[in-house]
Nanobody
Framework: QVQLVESGGGLVQPGGSLRLSCSASGFTFSSYAMSWYRQAPGKEREWVAFISTLGFTTNYADSVKGRFAISRDNAKNTVFLQMSSLKPEDTAVYYC????????WGQGTQVTVSS
């Protein structure tokens, strides 16, 4: 069964940085592209960033392009999201999942950008 455990969120001031981690299990991690998604209060979950199986291809939502960087460590079954120049509108619960997503979602990690 797919299991995804996100961590690394927290409260940060505008302009700050955070690094999110997602530990995956229950499937052959290196065989799947992965993405980060987020859900802000009162909004639907949206896609944020994509990384191919070996990490050679990445894509980003326009709203985070140039500020966020996705990476992965297939030896550790982990995908990362480095977030910089954070804005209040980045406040959300962040999730990782396969791309396209599997039905199982983790608990997510809360990111709050506020002064």
């Amino acid at each position: 069964q797919v299991q995804l455990v996100e961590s690394g969120g927290g409260l940060v001031q505008p302009g700050g940085s955070l690094r999110l981690s997602c530990s995956a299990s229950g499937f052959t991690f290196s065989s799947y592209a992965m993405s980060w998604y987020r859900q802000a209060p009162g909004k639907e979950r949206e896609w944020v960033a994509f990384i191919s199986t070996l990490g050679f291809t990445t894509n980003y939502a326009d709203s985070v392009k140039g500020r966020f960087a996705i990476s992965r460590d297939n030896a550790k079954n982990t995908v990362f999201l480095q977030m910089s120049s954070l804005k209040p509108e980045d406040t959300a619960v962040y999730y990782c999942n396969k791309s396209p997503p599997a039905p199982n979602w983790g608990q997510g990690t809360q990111v709050t950008v506020s002064s």
